[in-house]
């Protein structure tokens, strides 16, 4: 059984840098693809950012690129997205989710991924 646990999330001022973890358990990962999707109230879930876990090839949602990096630690199984210029639009519950990735295409639909994390909240505000 696949288990996600997210980690890091907190009261940040706009500007500031974050560190989501997400660690996970229960599959070998290698042929997965990780992502992080974020989910503000009132509003849809929305993709956020993926990375292939076997080649370390990643994506992102053109709202966060060159603020937010995904990666992954292969020896600790768990997933990170550093945030960074943090923005108060940036605030919403973040969730960790994984699906198996047989093709070499881009998975952005949250229906798409099998699996989920709990969700950590961010909240940026001064």
């Known amino acids: 059984q696949v288990q996600l646990v997210e980690s890091g999330g907190g009261l940040v001022q706009p500007g500031n840098s974050l560190r989501l973890s997400c660690a996970a358990s229960?599959?070998?990962?290698?042929?997965?693809?990780m992502a992080w999707f974020r989910q503000a109230p009132g509003k849809d879930r929305e993709f956020v950012a993926a990375?292939?876990?076997?080649?370390?090839?990643?994506y992102y949602a053109d709202s966060v690129k060159d603020r937010f990096t995904i990666s992954r630690d292969n020896a600790k199984n768990t997933v990170y997205l550093q945030m960074s210029s943090l923005k108060p639009e940036d605030t919403a519950v973040y969730y960790c989710?994984?699906?198996?990735?047989?093709?070499?295409?881009?998975?952005?639909?949250?229906?798409?991924?099998?699996?989920w994390g709990q969700g950590t909240q961010v909240t940026v505000s001064s």
């Open positions: 990375i292939r876990w076997s080649a370390g090839i990643t």
């Open positions: 229960g599959r070998t990962f290698s042929s997965y693809v």
């Open positions: 989710a994984a699906r198996i990735a047989p093709y070499q295409i881009v998975y952005r639909a949250s229906n798409e991924y099998a699996y």
